[in-house]
């Protein structure tokens, strides 16, 4: 018996939708559970699933607005045939038109009305696309996501980085492509030097200072989408509009969310220890790091992040003793952790993101992590790699730096090779 195929809600807002591209083509073998077709939603792009397996049969064609709770398709067994059978049969649009992918501007006259879906109405405000310049490849010259692709941004000066809230270092300027370094809870952009010692990827890399760390802005944002907010502006203001990310603890959280808002193309994710795949965290240590001030009540937190604790230099305990006498900056963080790690419980999960998905992304744990646990790693998604390194803690990256390095130059070559 056949199956419907039911249009979703996705979004608070609307009780329609968007088809943005079919998954599968129409009359093609799909299995239970495997994405089915991508709708525009105001955030980004959510792929629905197949709630049964089957053959698939088009009752509506992508680009279509659709209602709430409308048939879209059906999944046929053996033999079935598709309902009103004999009638033409509904065509998915073609991901690009026949310019090979690139939109042709449309001529629209100045009082004409701009139809485009939400998403690709918030697309084009974050990259400054002009929509009056683009052909919609949706229904009546619809504008959507896919049409945006390879459209140039409209020519205006790039904001002063002085503007951004959240300071940033290059601490490489050379390089084919660009590496986005994100930090965890408590440090900044000099944790990243330590990789360095061990030598250089092979892409320029800037590292970014979150919100209440280093020489950013001490607000506390309210949430993750907040913070990703932020980094993007700081990321335009540097002419950055896709990078691969290398992310820690925190860190990673953010850059896992940022990559799947879909403001700024992500190639691939290195996520490094990474906050948001369960709810336990340390909060003994959250508690106790934030409060220490003085070298002999912080050295032994700064222990229990690694499994050597040879590894903690004196300078690695004097930059930290230096941070805290920045009462601003030791407020928030303490503002940060209430927030987002209150009652030792991490706020926030990255695991729909990392299930949304559909890039390079490698997870570095170390096993023997006193920070957050390693069972987190269980069970994730399909397309999510782990490197489980032996008598590693919280700082993969400071206690095997050439082999974190090397890993890190694997997902720049897979970055440049994503089309």
Known sequence: MATAVIFPKVSLETDAGTISRWLKEDGATVNQGEPLFEIDNAKAAVEVEA??????????????????????????????????????????????AATNGKSEPAQHSASAR????????????????DLRNVRGSGPRGRIQKRDLIDVPPIPRPSPAASQSPLN??????????????????????????????????????????????????RAVPTDLDAICAMVEQRMAAEGIDEAAF??????????????????????????????????????????????????????????ELVFDPGLISEAFVRSVVDQRKDEELSGALANLAERYFCD?????????????????????????????????????????????FQQCGHMPYLEEPELTLSIVNEMLALARSEP
């Open 114 to 129: 701009i139809v485009a879906t939400p998403l690709a109405k918030r697309i084009a405000e974050q990259q400054q696309i």
């Open 246 to 303: 290398v992310a820690h603890s925190f860190g990673a959280a953010v850059a896992s969310k940022l990559a799947s808002r879909g403001f700024v193309r992500v190639n691939a994710l290195l996520l490094i220890s990474p906050a948001g795949l369960g709810p336990e965290i340390r909060g003994q240590f959250i508690k106790g790091f934030v409060a220490a001030r003085q070298p002999s009540s912080i050295l032994p937190w700064l222990h």
């Open 168 to 217: 940033a270092v290059w601490l490489q300027k050379d390089g084919p492509g660009t590496l986005v370094a994100l930090h965890g809870f408590a440090s900044d952009h000099n944790a990243w030097r330590g990789l360095l010692a061990a030598g250089r990827p092979r892409a320029r890399m800037l590292a970014v200072d979150l919100p209440g760390h280093g020489r950013s802005s």
């Open 51 to 96: 709630p049964a397996s089957g053959i698939v049969s088009y009752v509506r064609s992508a680009g279509e607005d659709v209602q709430v709770g409308e048939v879209v398709a059906h999944i046929l067994q053996s033999g079935e045939r598709p309902e009103g059978a004999g009638k033409p049969a509904a065509k998915a649009l073609p991901i690009a």
């Open 344 to 388: 030792g419980t991490q706020t926030f999960s990255i695991r729909p993101d990392l299930e949304r998905l559909r890039i390079p992304i490698r997870i570095i744990f170390g096993m023997q992590d006193r920070i957050i646990p390693f069972t987190h790693c269980h069970s994730l998604p399909g397309r999510v790699g782990l490197h489980a």
